[in-house]
């Protein structure tokens, strides 16, 4: 990953649309690392901020996971699988 990445390599990047992204910076939870002047000025972000973005949502996901699980079933999410024992993902 480049140091500095588009609104549109963010969005790919979370798995989000462009417009979630804008929301994200709306809310403060991705700042931005440069905007471009003008109205509909291009939003970079430095990529160390989207890695760790990514991280505390597949965090949060993991977790919510593990509270709405049954032990031993298994947990379908997009192509991943997960088996679930004792309240644990593994």
């Given at each position: 990953?480049?140091?500095?990445?588009?609104?549109?390599?963010?969005?790919?990047?979370?798995?989000?649309?462009?417009?979630?992204?804008?929301?994200?910076?709306?809310?403060?939870?991705?700042?931005?690392?440069?905007?471009?002047?003008?109205?509909?000025?291009?939003?970079?972000?430095?990529?160390?901020?989207?890695?760790?973005?990514?991280l505390a949502?597949?965090?949060?996901?993991?977790?919510?996971?593990g509270?709405?699980?049954?032990?031993?079933?298994?947990?379908?999410?997009?192509d991943e699988?997960?088996?679930?024992?004792?309240?644990?993902?593994?």
């Amino acid at each position: 990953m480049s140091d500095l990445l588009t609104a549109a390599q963010a969005a790919q990047h979370l798995r989000l649309s462009r417009r979630q992204i804008h929301r994200l910076v709306e809310s403060g939870d991705l700042p931005e690392a440069h905007r471009n002047p003008g109205v509909t000025g291009a939003r970079l972000f430095r990529a160390s901020d989207v890695e760790a973005l990514a991280l505390a949502r597949s965090h949060k996901h993991a977790a919510a996971i593990g509270e709405h699980a049954i032990d031993g079933h298994v947990v379908v999410d997009g192509d991943e699988l997960t088996t679930v024992v004792t309240g644990h993902a593994s």
